[in-house]
């Protein structure tokens, strides 16, 4: 829960940017991200039928992914523990 929102248990990063957005705008500044790295949760998760995605694709999901993580780490703090495993 933040900002007495409760989060469903989802990877579909645009429906939590749908959440966050009303309380915080700067949230939006990361819908182009959401739409790149939500289907990395679906089509690559499990090796299968999909292709994998190119060496130059998975560095730039680590590098949206990194810069969602920074940007949450800053709006909600006390979600820090979950990366650090440290209380904040």
Same mark, same amino acid.
């Given at each position: 829960?933040?900002?007495?929102?409760? #989060?469903?248990?989802? !990877?579909?990063?645009?429906?939590?940017?749908?959440?966050? $957005? @009303? +309380?915080? *705008?700067? *949230?939006? $500044?990361?819908?182009? !991200?959401?739409?790149?790295?939500?289907? &990395? +949760?679906?089509? *690559?998760? &499990?090796?299968?039928?999909?292709?994998?995605? $190119? @060496?130059?694709?998975?560095?730039?999901?680590?590098?949206?992914?990194?810069?969602?993580?920074? #940007?949450?780490?800053?709006?909600?703090? #006390?979600?820090? !523990?979950?990366?650090?495993?440290?209380? $904040?």
């Amino acid at each position: 829960m933040w900002q007495e929102i409760p #989060f469903p248990k989802i !990877h579909d990063l645009d429906r939590l940017l749908n959440l966050c $957005s @009303p +309380v915080d *705008f700067g *949230f939006e $500044s990361l819908r182009l !991200h959401a739409a790149i790295l939500t289907p &990395y +949760v679906a089509e *690559f998760r &499990y090796p299968g039928e999909e292709q994998a995605p $190119s @060496p130059e694709d998975t560095q730039e999901a680590i590098r949206l992914a990194t810069d969602v993580t920074k #940007f949450i780490q800053t709006r909600i703090p #006390f979600l820090n !523990h979950y990366w650090t495993g440290t209380p $904040s």
